[in-house]
């Protein structure tokens, strides 16, 4: 799968700072419908993000769209209008705190037709965040929804909200939480939507973290969400992009190693052993299995 380390998440609202996240390096441009863009700018926000996704810049980039909540009066005419108007422009439409399965089926479906409709060649994906207690609950039925599925994505602020968990910093996204709770205070939840994630073969995405002038603050969450299993995490300011892609791309160590463990493995198999040693560690079957994830990994990001 390709890479999705860093989503820089851009108002759909702000031109000028579409111009800015094409020109990023982020692995996925986010082009937000939802809560970054008030509610008299919705329409607005729908008309220009129509326009960056048609225009020649966005062509050779990785995009995704968020809509509106499908509760809401907006969510349904974002889709419909983004994935006629800019049909085939753009990878996925990520669906906000989706509840249950049956939401999934309804973007699913719409896509569908839409899709026949316009007779693109690029069918759209579906992120789903999961920012409820609902959509916690509901997540692995939520994973397996719909073959468009590929990620889905944790969204701290919403879910502590949904759980009425304290907020301790500003933006309630995962700044200063040992101070309040020993440990990490998400890891329950972010795990959850992992194994999902994994069980049903799509990606796990972290939620951003607010404070965007504290890069080590940065790194740190995102060293955790990686250790975890997550592929990736938002960004919400194009500084945070540089860490998310350093943290999230294994390191010429690992890389090396993984590549040192599959070399054994095959030595052995040819002398019909199992369990060898590599680096004075035991290396079995679930070891090279570690390898080779690592290594598919590191090849879509032509590090090999
Ligand atoms: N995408 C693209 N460009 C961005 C950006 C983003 N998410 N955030 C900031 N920039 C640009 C600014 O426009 C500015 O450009 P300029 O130098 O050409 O003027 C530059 O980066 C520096 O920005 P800065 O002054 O440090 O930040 P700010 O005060 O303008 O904006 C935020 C701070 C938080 C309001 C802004 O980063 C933002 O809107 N982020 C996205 C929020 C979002 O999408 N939320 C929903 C998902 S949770
Ligand atoms: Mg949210």
Request: charged share 25%; glycine share 6%; aromatic share 4%.
């Amino acid at each position: 799968m390709k890479p999705r380390r860093s989503i820089l998440s851009v108002p759909g609202h702000v031109a000028k700072m579409h111009t800015k996240a094409l020109a990023s390096n982020a692995d996925i441009v986010m082009l937000d419908l939802e809560d970054s863009v008030p509610p008299d700018a919705k329409e607005a926000a729908r008309r220009q993000v129509i326009q960056t996704l048609n225009a020649p810049e966005a062509a050779t980039r990785a995009l995704a769209v968020r809509i509106n909540a499908l509760d809401t009066p907006f969510g349904y005419r974002d889709l419909l209008e983004v994935a006629e108007a800019a049909s085939g422009h753009f990878d996925t439409v990520v669906v906000p705190k989706v509840n249950h399965a049956d939401d999934i089926h309804f973007v699913d479906r719409l896509l569908d037709g839409i899709e026949m409709h316009t007779g693109t060649e690029r069918p759209a994906g579906i992120e789903a965040s999961i920012e409820t207690a609902q959509g916690l609950e509901a997540v692995s039925a939520i994973a397996r929804a719909s073959r468009r599925i590929r990620t889905l994505v944790f969204g701290i602020a919403d879910y502590s909200a949904s759980v009425g968990a304290r907020i301790v910093s500003i933006s309630g996204h995962g700044e200063a939480e040992e101070e309040i709770y020993p440990g990490h205070r998400w890891h329950f939840a972010m795990s959850r939507i992992v194994m999902a994630a994994k069980a049903s073969d799509v990606m796990a995405i972290d939620a951003p973290y607010g404070n965007f002038r504290d890069a080590s603050g940065l790194a740190r969450a995102a060293g955790m969400a990686c250790a975890l299993g997550c592929d990736g995490k938002w960004a919400i300011h194009p500084a945070q992009i540089d860490t998310l892609n350093r943290v999230f791309t294994p390191s010429r160590e690992d890389v090396e190693r993984a590549a040192r463990i599959i070399a054994a493995d095959d030595a052995a198999r040819h002398e019909g052993r199992g369990a060898v040693a590599v680096d004075g560690r035991m290396v079995d079957q679930a070891t090279v299995r570690l390898a080779r994830r690592l290594l598919d990994q590191a090849r879509h990001l032509d590090l090999l």
